[in-house]
């Protein structure tokens, strides 16, 4: 018997919950948007209003507003989203078990074994949104399949509030004609590569040779493929099983354009130590460093290097990064944005990690720094994120300081 997926897609959300917090909002074209001063003047959410003028997720605030002359801007709610995020499971939980969030708006539900309890997939994805509708006011997209990626091809098929089942009868009728691009994980890069390859539809990628997709895209050219053909078996997870980290970064846009050793150094300090923390918070140690660094003109170069040991020391990956900088990047020319992210991850207890033969650790030096992070982390526990950091925040005029200047991203 086949599995009964639902993905079930909150429409606009960051402007419909907007719209709960001020309902005015409702009758104007409107968009959530960033703080443009502090270079983050994107749009993250419009309403439908603002979409019939073509207002689009992710441009700029000045192509909406030339788009729109009369859109209303508000600024971000994240506490509010979150809250109404956590509201939105309960109900889907209220259905099954199995519910599995990807994103703040966005859940896969497993609905096969409650069919005798709510009605066929179709039926419990009608009863979810009236239920979302009257008790929070806001409206759900819900797509029905067999599997995941085509549960959530459904779900962006018809909006707002409406369900599309998408079977193994029909779904060569309306997912084959659909963009290559519509299909889970295929982004703008994979996109380029099918395209050499003559393959722009998901029909076209589900007749390519899969052998020929595996050998331009590797193992997630297969996966596609198989999706592209209705071959997803992965479950769905409940929500509160454990998670695997696979990495830990953060990354941050800064107010002007870091130019020079010094600027890359204070911006490095504070994303390693930030980075630290939280490999320090899941008991974890990275065995490599990655560096992306993306250019005022969103060119973006991404650089990784193994470490001689596993840490989670933020001096020590700080100095892993600049190194890489160093050898990457032409310290002269401007900097929009730098993330920096630990992975490969091991555990901190020490499993897996191996030491030179040949060049012994400093272990008292070690000692004495690991004891001195673990006591910042307990000052700022105790008093708050912005307690204690590196002296060079101080005065700063890049965007780093101030309130949650520490704060995970």
């Given at each position: 018997m086949d599995r009964v997926i639902l993905h079930c897609d909150c429409n606009a959300f960051y402007a419909s919950v907007e719209t709960l917090l001020r309902p005015e909002l409702e009758k104007v074209?409107?968009?959530?948007?960033?703080?443009?001063e502090s270079r983050h003047g994107i749009i993250l959410a419009k309403n439908e209003r603002a979409k019939k003028f073509g207002v689009a997720t992710a441009e700029t605030i000045w192509q909406a507003k030339r788009k729109c002359p009369g859109?209303?801007?508000?600024?971000?709610?994240?506490?509010?989203?979150?809250?109404?995020?956590?509201l939105v499971n309960e109900i889907y939980q209220r259905y099954t078990d199995q519910v599995e969030p990807f994103g703040i708006d966005e859940s896969w539900l497993d609905v096969t074994g409650s069919q005798n309890l709510f009605g066929t997939g179709p039926e419990i994805a009608d009863e979810i949104r009236r239920t979302v509708r009257e008790e929070l006011g806001l409206t759900v997209s819900v797509g029905v399949s067999f599997n995941k990626a085509f549960a959530k091809l459904g779900s962006d098929y018809k909006k707002p509030d409406a369900t599309t089942v998408i079977?193994?009868?029909n779904f060569r009728r309306i997912v084959w004609p659909l963009p290559v691009g519509a299909l889970l994980y295929v982004g703008k890069a994979a996109q380029e590569t099918l395209a050499q390859l003559q393959v722009r539809t998901i029909g076209q990628l589900a007749a390519c040779d899969r052998a020929l997709v595996a050998k331009r895209l590797g193992k997630m050219g297969e996966m596609i493929h198989d999706y592209a053909n209705g071959l997803d078996m992965s479950p769905?997870?409940?929500?509160?099983?454990?998670?695997?980290?696979?990495?830990?970064?953060?990354?941050?846009t800064y107010r002007r354009n870091l130019v020079g050793l010094e600027d890359i150094r204070l911006a490095v300090l504070t994303l390693s130590d930030s980075v630290s923390a939280?490999?320090?918070?899941?008991?974890?140690?990275?065995?490599?460093?990655?560096v992306l660094i993306r250019d005022p003109g969103f060119?973006?170069?991404?650089?990784?290097?193994?470490?001689?040991?596993?840490?989670?020391?933020?001096?020590?990956i700080a100095e892993a990064a600049l190194s890489i900088i160093r050898d990457a990047w032409d310290l002269r020319a401007p900097i929009r944005m730098i993330t920096i992210t630990g992975a490969s991850l091991t555990d901190a207890g020490g499993a897996g990690e191996q030491l030179s033969l040949f060049a012994p650790p400093d272990d008292e030096s070690r000692e004495k720094r690991e004891r001195l992070e673990a006591a910042v982390d307990g000052i700022r526990e105790k008093f708050g994120q912005d307690a204690i950091g590196p002296a060079g925040v101080l005065g700063n005029d890049i965007g780093i300081g101030g309130a949650g200047w520490n704060k995970d991203e």
């Open positions: 074209p409107m968009a959530v948007c960033g703080d443009p859109l209303t801007l508000v600024p971000p709610h994240r506490g509010e989203y979150v809250k109404y995020s956590r079977s193994r009868e769905v997870r409940a929500a509160d099983d454990a998670r695997e980290i696979k990495s830990v970064g953060n990354g941050m939280r490999m320090r918070r899941h008991g974890v140690k990275c065995r490599t460093v990655q060119k973006s170069i991404s650089r990784q290097r193994a470490l001689p040991a596993p840490t989670h020391l933020g001096k020590e």
